[in-house]
């Protein structure tokens, strides 16, 4: 899944699979931001420079970003979910190798 993310050193918003820590043009910490990426694209380049000017501000960030809380359940859900399909997986090698 794609999600939108905001870099507080470059000022730069940034669409990223995945949840991602660190800035791919900086190295700075990225915030996520609530927005999703369907409502992103759709915004024009006014409004976008609005969300990026709105970004800039600590106060504005802060209620723009998603909780951590949620990006750490969600990243619990998907090792359980890989390590459920590695599992239901292996049993099934055996019956192909020759």
Do not use: F
Request: charged fraction near 20%; aromatic fraction near 10%.
């Amino acid at each position: 899944m794609m999600y939108i993310h905001y870099c507080k050193h470059c000022q730069h918003i940034h669409i990223l699979n995945g949840h991602k820590n660190y800035c791919p043009r900086c190295c700075g910490h990225l915030t996520e931001l609530k927005i999703s990426y369907l409502k992103y694209v759709n915004l024009d380049k006014p409004e976008r420079i609005q969300l990026r000017t709105r970004c800039a501000d600590p106060a504005e960030l802060a209620a723009l970003t998603v909780s951590p809380k949620k990006t750490r359940e969600y990243a619990k859900w998907l090792q359980i979910s890989a390590s459920n399909i590695e599992n239901y997986h292996s049993g099934n090698y055996a019956a192909y190798s020759h």
